[in-house]
């Protein structure tokens, strides 16, 4: 037990003492340690700089801008824009208003139209001055009548008529003058004459200088000169007899227009309830027809004697087709 414990000890002053000379040992401070004095140098920076930091409170730094102030200010800004937009706008009129007027410039005149003179070119003398002369002395072609400002212009002048309405009533009726535009259709005088003779307005016959003007005609399609008087003769298809009954003011009767295979189409009234065989004596009777009716015709089909019109749901202007018996 000795002898181990005296091993030992031999063997453990042999590693402390004999293997490390303590003496021969030079103690170097590392670059990252610092001296004491340093230390507490830094130490007292360190407790400055804390003091200083200030503290930012999370939730005041997370605020959103106020959007009604930043639209506020675009809006300001925009009616800034608009009112210098509008300043230089007028600046620019007043600019232009202040300037003189200028003289209307005439346009360009037509090319004339080329004349044919085959034979007049050898009479023409050689040289630049028998040139010119000749063209001096051509005539000039009259303007085109074909242009859309002169077709205005010629449109918009009225015929002048001398109108005469015959009613069998006053035969020797004085005549009155009325007035028309070219391309205004006689249809237009129309309604003031069935109110004079008190009928349809297609029952209304109209004759400029003794022609027929049908539907849609016009003093310019007629042929009429603007620069004479127009005699119009207006007469009623309908006889006295027809006349005496007026059916437009009775709510129970429908004018409807009836159509022929020859001849103008005629317009009569006839009763809503009553059946299309007392139609036919009514058409017959008011419209003085030369032969018995045969059938009438609506919407393509054959009307039968005892339907109504009411039944077919007919209304006024109605067209009805009527045809004749063929002996």
């Known amino acids: 037990m000795a002898l181990s414990e005296s091993i030992s000890s031999d063997s453990d002053d042999d590693l402390y003492t004999k293997s490390i000379d303590l003496e021969k040992v030079k103690v170097t401070p590392h670059n990252d340690i610092l001296p004491s004095n340093s ?137 009155r003058f009325m007035t028309l535009l070219r391309d205004e259709p006689f249809d237009k005088l129309r309604p003031e004459f069935a109110r004079e003779l008190k009928c349809n307005q297609l029952d209304v016959m109209i004759h400029v200088n003794n022609v027929d003007a049908g539907p849609g005609d016009t003093p310019d399609s007629m042929g009429l000169d603007i620069d004479k008087l127009a005699v119009v003769n207006v007469f009623s298809l309908r006889s006295e007899e027809g006349v005496g009954t007026d059916f437009s003011t009775d709510p129970s009767f429908i004018p409807v227009k009836c159509i022929f295979a020859s001849g ?41 004697e005892s339907e109504t019109p009411e039944s077919t749901e007919m209304e006024a202007e109605d067209v009805l087709e009527v045809y004749l018996k063929t002996s």
Do not use: M
Not at 105 to 110: G, H, R, S, V
Not at 265 to 288: D, M
Not at 289 to 301: A, H, M, S
């Open 39 to 175: 230390t507490k140098q830094e130490s007292r920076q360190i407790g400055s700089s804390v003091a200083e930091i200030e503290v930012i409170d999370d939730d005041a730094s997370l605020d959103l801008p106020d959007t009604e102030q930043i639209s506020q200010r675009a809006k300001e800004a925009r009616k800034k824009r608009i009112e210098q937009l509008a300043r230089k706008e007028l600046l620019e009129l007043e600019k232009i208003i202040s300037e003189p007027a200028l003289g209307f410039i005439a346009p360009y005149p037509k090319r004339t139209k080329r004349v044919n003179c085959s034979k007049d070119t050898q009479e023409i003398g050689s040289g630049n001055h028998g040139i010119a002369s000749y063209f001096k002395e051509a005539p000039v072609a009259a303007p085109d009548k074909s242009t859309d400002v002169y077709d205005l212009a010629e449109l918009d002048k009225e015929v002048n008529l001398y109108v005469t309405v015959f009613v069998d009533k006053d035969v020797n009726r004085k005549g």
């Open 264 to 304: 103008r189409p005629r317009c009569v009234y006839i009763k809503l309830t009553e059946t299309f065989e007392e139609a036919k004596k009514r058409i017959k009777e008011a419209l003085h027809l030369p032969g018995t009716i045969e059938k009438l015709v609506f919407d393509n089909d054959v009307l039968e």
